[in-house]
């Protein structure tokens, strides 16, 4: 059985740095793609950070140059650095496995979700 779990999150000022983490089981990380999503407040979840088996990543636009997404292997677990957070970086974010599910982003596709963390920045 798959399980991911979010860790890291909180309330922070703009400007300001969090990294969260993604602890996996039942489920070796280092072939597939694994990603980051968020869902802000009255908004549709959208696809933040991705990173392939081969160590390449993806980035939406809006985090670009902001966040990085990395893993490591040997513990099984998948991270985002947040840097300059800004307000609108405000939300849910949840941790996203491949696997046959509905989610497609970046050309991967996502079945195993972890239960999501908040995150808060302020202005």
């Known amino acids: 059985q798959v399980q991911l779990v979010e860790s890291g999150g909180g309330s922070v000022e703009a400007g300001g740095s969090l990294r969260l983490s993604c602890a996996a089981s039942?489920?070796?990380?280092?072939?597939?793609?694994m990603a980051w999503f968020r869902q802000a407040p009255g908004k549709e979840r959208e696809g933040v950070a991705l990173?392939?088996?081969?160590?390449?990543?993806t980035y939406a636009t809006s985090v670009k140059g902001r966040f990085t997404i990395s893993k490591d292997n040997a513990k099984n677990t998948l991270y985002l650095q947040m840097d300059s957070l800004k307000p609108e970086d405000t939300g849910s974010y949840y941790c996203?496995?491949?696997?046959?599910?509905?989610?497609?982003?970046?050309?991967?596709?996502?079945?195993?979700w972890g239960q999501g963390i908040l995150v808060t920045v302020s202005s």
């Open positions: 990173i392939h088996g081969d160590y390449s990543t």
């Open positions: 039942g489920y070796p990380i280092r072939n597939w793609c």
């Open positions: 996203a496995s491949w696997g046959y599910g509905n989610t497609w982003w970046a050309g991967c596709q996502f079945e195993h």
